[in-house]
């Protein structure tokens, strides 16, 4: 009978594991991870950032003008009871171009797109505050009431699942669903991502990543073969598509702009093998592709535009941005330089490779993905570049003191999937999973000690990473956060400030 029943298990268990293997799990793999990773999400506005981005949704919807001197006020007001000015001194602090001298508008540094991206929230947030006070509830309706501020964090938090769900998508063209599952959690949980998707949610960056992940998603897709094999040309549906992602893209970080470079270099190389082949038709339909996406391009940007005009007096961003960047002039014309590109990757207080070793290990995995698709790893690394030598450029800003992480390169997320995909792919074969799920580990344990310290158990890391007994800090993590379990399930307001 004992021997019947260990059969019985053993073939269960093999019928199991034959079925997990038939199945591509990874998509519900993810969302259960990124649904148990939610209840210690902290939905807040409290920072300038956050501030600005969420102006416009609250004063369009609800004023429908772009004058937000009482949204500051707000939250300003928030932050000068807790002691901290940062908001009324970065938004409402009068200097010489604050109000701007031209429209006489406060300044609004962040571009639209992120609140044209909450606006499904907030609208059902603002229905549900209707029928609630309908009932006898008495909810605020003035779009600073909390199912305002939970509707638009949560809209990130969920922007971001299909950012991860889209990335995983990518990967699997270029690997297993094992591999793909396992470089998508392993980024997710080893960069700064985790922490704007659940921590400091009203952020761009979410949104951001899945524009890209989107914009790559629709451009690989649309194409047949991959890029070795591909002349460049797509359906207008495709490039109509990929024109409104572009706008949002760039309406949301404007730096996004940079990324723009992948289809623009495959559109060259596609016009100089057309030429070369003396295929003028196909010259002709990419011409006629790209007018489409350059159309569409240009009309999704019209909001930004708008905006640009009725807060700066003129198309472009405020002049506050302007005056970070590094620029050179070479004669008659000015360039932008980036003094600090190896900085943005290694500065020992603020690179990217040290806050998160893991990017370092992704973009050498694209040598792998370079020997399934080599135009298309070298694009991807162009774009990264591009990300790269922007933040550079930023002569004063660059090292994002006071953020957790290098939150710059999270809109490369998709990049760095592919590429450690790829890696896992063909190490796998040659070590087994054992070793990889070790190293997959350590990666995410090294960015959840450092969210710990920064959060918690040393604040003083928001100023740069801090070596001087950074293994000692790392490894006290577990006891401090088993200290302040409390607070980080119930009252994670107390691990913050202005909440």
């Known amino acids: 009978m004992q021997t019947f029943s260990r059969t019985m298990m053993m073939s269960l ?13 990874g998509p519900l793999v993810i969302v259960l991870i990124f649904s148990a990773l939610l209840p210690i999400s902290l939905p807040r ?23 937000f001197y009482n949204e500051y006020q707000h939250f300003a007001a928030i932050g000068l009871r807790n002691s901290d000015p940062a908001v009324f001194n970065a938004l409402l602090r009068p200097d010489a171009a604050n109000p701007n001298p ?10 639209i797109g992120s609140a044209l991206l909450w606006t499904p929230g907030f609208v059902l947030a603002d229905l549900w505050v209707q029928v609630a006070n309908a009932f006898g509830a008495t909810i605020p ?8 501020i939970v509707a638009v964090c949560m809209m990130s938090a969920l922007y971001s699942l299909i950012g991860l ?52 998603t629709i451009w690989l897709r649309g194409r047949e073969g991959n890029l070795s094999h591909s002349d460049g040309r797509r ?45 003028w038709s196909v010259v002709r339909e990419l011409f006629v592709g790209h007018v489409v996406f350059l159309g569409v391009f240009l009309l999704s940007l ?73 135009p298309l790893a070298l694009l991807l690394f162009v774009g990264f570049l591009g990300q790269v030598y922007i933040n550079g450029a930023f002569g004063t800003t660059w090292h994002l003191s006071g953020s957790f992480g290098f939150r710059r390169l999270i809109e490369c997320t ?5 590429g450690l995909a790829a890696l896992l792919a063909w190490v796998q074969p040659q070590i087994g999973w054992k070793p990889l799920l070790a190293g997959a580990a350590i990666f995410v344990l090294w960015n959840v000690g450092l969210i710990a310290q920064w959060t918690f158990v040393r604040p003083e890391l928001r100023k740069g990473l801090i070596w001087d007994g950074m293994l000692y800090y790392q490894l006290q993590v577990p006891l401090q956060t088993l200290g302040r379990l409390g607070d980080i399930l119930f009252n994670r307001c107390r691990l913050t400030t202005n909440c």
Do not use: C
């Not at 506005?45 to 609800?62: C, K």
């Not at 309406?251 to 596609?270: D, K």
């Not at 998709?414 to 592919?418: D, K, Q, V």
């Open 165 to 216: 769900l889209l990335t995983y998508r990518l990967a699997r063209i270029y690997a297993g669903h094992i591999p793909a599952l396992l470089a998508t959690i392993t980024i997710f949980l080893a960069t700064p991502l985790v922490f704007y998707t659940y921590l400091a949610m009203a952020w761009s960056h979410a949104n951001g990543f899945f524009l890209f992940a989107l914009f790559l």
């Open 302 to 374: 019209t909001p930004q535009l708008a905006t640009y005009w009725v807060l700066n007096g003129r198309i472009g961003p405020s002049t506050t941005v302007g005056g970070k960047l590094a620029i050179a002039h070479l004669g008659p014309l000015p360039m932008l330089i980036s003094p600090h590109f190896l900085d943005t990757l290694l500065d020992p207080a603020h690179g990217a490779f040290l806050w998160s070793p893991i990017l370092f290990v992704s973009l050498i995995g694209l040598l792998w993905l370079f020997v399934r698709d080599g």
């Open 102 to 111: 031209i429209t006489g508008k406060l300044r609004n540094v962040a571009p």
């Open 414 to 418: 998709p990049i760095f999937a592919l």
């Open 141 to 148: 309706r003035d779009g600073f009431s909390q199912p305002y």
């Open 45 to 67: 506005i409290a920072l300038s950032d956050e501030v600005q981005y969420y102006a416009y949704l609250r004063s369009l919807y609800f004023d429908r003008d772009l004058d």
């Open 13 to 25: 268990a093999q019928r199991l594991q034959a079925l997990l293997a038939s199945r591509e799990v």
């Open 235 to 279: 359906h207008w549906s495709v490039w109509l598509a990929l024109g409104v992602v572009a706008g949002l893209m760039v309406m949301t970080r404007e730096q996004l702009g940079l990324l723009l470079l992948v289809p623009a270099l495959e559109a060259l190389a596609a016009y100089a093998g057309a030429v070369r082949r003396w295929q």
